[in-house]
């Protein structure tokens, strides 16, 4: 009898060991959080990144760790997080080109923005900014866009390659001020930049914190902000919607990702490690000296529907330009 009450008492401490193992095992995180950037290191997107991380990581209790995986527009990065198991471990520090762009300009993309991830949180956008060489004789939008169609293909625009986003500023440009400004695409911003400064190029749209200390030294032109709202940089330049192209918006937006299929519980612990690492001052100062501007809503939700309308802006954009790359 004595022996039958042990095995009774051993099954019945069995049983109620195991919910408790498995809420254990549950727990999240009980390992290292890897954050994909999609993008070689040393990078304004990879320190950022970097940084984010060793705070989340903090919030949460465990390490973040940031691994590299380069290549094809951030499309590599991208399919290896979107296959990735959706356990929280493996996310991705994106940007426009894999979450927004890129479904639409290549043809054989293994992931799509709007189905293979699970957003987590908005970052906030760099804001681009549209530069003219001053031998150029405009000072605002409205004169240059009078400008290119008195001079229609001799107006000409360099980019860091096709399908970047300072290309297809350009081809927005185009679109909505009905001119004729040619692309001149090169191998990266450096080269680009340095032909616009020796006027072998008209103008540029290129990000705030590229263009200030050349602004600053009268070496370009400002002639407006690509972005929806003024920047604290240049707060006296209006936004080129506000000069008459209304609606126009080409900003890198940043956002964290994860795999489809993430659980609410998973997502809502690593949207506040890093909304909370966001808050800490020298992270705001980091963001403030990048020319980041932080999304004012931070929530999974938000990003969601961010994701939607880029995708559907970029779709229409480049589809009407026809760009298409392998």
Not at 50 to 73: D, H, P, S, W, Y
Not at 273 to 287: G, N, V, Y
Request: glycine share 10%.
């Amino acid at each position: 009898m004595k022996k039958s009450r042990i095995y009774v008492l051993a099954g019945l401490l069995a049983c109620l060991a195991v919910p408790g193992a498995a809420v254990a095992a549950d727990k999240f995180p009980s390992e290292v959080v890897k954050l994909v950037v999609p993008y070689p290191p040393g990078g304004p997107t990879d320190a950022l990144a970097r940084r984010l991380a060793q705070g989340a990581g903090e919030k949460l209790g465990t390490t973040i760790v940031v691994e590299n995986k380069a290549g094809a527009n951030g499309n590599i990065g991208a399919e290896y997080v979107a296959r990735a198991k959706p356990d929280g471990y493996t996310i991705m520090f994106g940007t426009s080109g894999p979450l927004a762009i890129n479904s639409s300009m290549y043809k054989n993309l293994g992931y799509q923005p709007e189905t293979s991830f699970t957003p987590i949180m908005k970052i906030g956008h760099l804001p681009n900014i549209l530069v003219v060489n001053p031998k150029v004789p405009v000072k605002n939008v409205q004169e240059l866009i009078a400008y290119a169609k008195a001079n229609p293909d001799k107006v000409t625009y360099a980019s860091s390659g096709t399908g970047a986003s300072s290309h297809l500023a350009g081809v927005l440009f185009n679109t909505m001020a009905g001119t004729r400004i040619l692309h001149v695409p090169y191998k990266g911003t450096g080269p680009a930049l340095n032909d616009l400064l020796g006027g072998q190029v008209s103008m540029a749209f290129t990000d705030v914190l590229t263009a200030l200390p050349h602004i600053r030294e009268h070496k370009l032109n400002a002639l407006g902000l690509a972005a929806g709202q003024r920047s604290k940089a240049l707060p006296e330049l209006p936004t080129i919607a506000q000069q008459g192209l209304d609606g126009y918006d080409v900003s890198v937006f940043f956002g964290i990702v994860g795999p489809a299929g993430m659980s609410d519980q998973v997502v809502s612990s690593l949207n506040e490690a890093f909304k909370s690492a966001m808050a800490e001052p020298d992270i705001q100062a980091t963001l403030g000296s990048q020319g980041i501007v932080q999304a004012d809503q931070k929530t999974p939700e938000e990003l969601a529907q961010f994701i939607h309308s880029e995708v559907k802006k970029w779709h229409d954009v480049i589809t009407n330009a026809s760009i298409k790359l392998d």
